[in-house]
């Protein structure tokens, strides 16, 4: 997958990564990893993704390891799992045989994708649980209240994504 050009948006500062302050990066990665996991990510993916999404390059375990001040077992799984949502992509450095590890740009819609096809199997499940519980009984409204739910969210969700599309083409033009 190829990297896209973040759009540039007039209210965020531009930064020469050589001026920024490490300190300052590292306090903004800890609180965006609290905040992720705040939200019910597990705690070690959303330090290593806040780490990921913070830095100019891809950073190998070791990188990770060391900046983080975690276990190579910790990072080796949270690494694992995000790689497993397609949030994380593994690249060879070159001209060493160490992985470096890095949140790709333009994923996100993908990754949302992702989700809505799993709904949609969701959706088919409850439709399959409705139909051997029947809709009369308790089991069965509280499945087709779910089912209910899952029908409005993809909906949602696929609307979401057609207008993330027409608005990221527009910060691109």
Partial sequence: MAETQAPQRDHVPQRDPAQRDPAAVQQVTQRLAAVLAES???RMPALVFAALLSSDTGLTSLDLTEALGISPAAVSGAVRFLVDLGLVSRER?????????RVQGGMWHDVMERGLRSVSRTEDALRGSLRVLGEGTPAGRR???ALAFYEFYGEQM???LEKWDEHNRSLEA
């Avoid at 450095?93 to 590890?101: D, H, L």
């Fill in 40 to 42: 019910g990510w597990p």
């Fill in 158 to 160: 696929s609307g979401v």
């Fill in 143 to 145: 499945v087709a209240d």
């Fill in 93 to 101: 450095r070159a001209g060493t045989r160490r992985e470096c590890y």
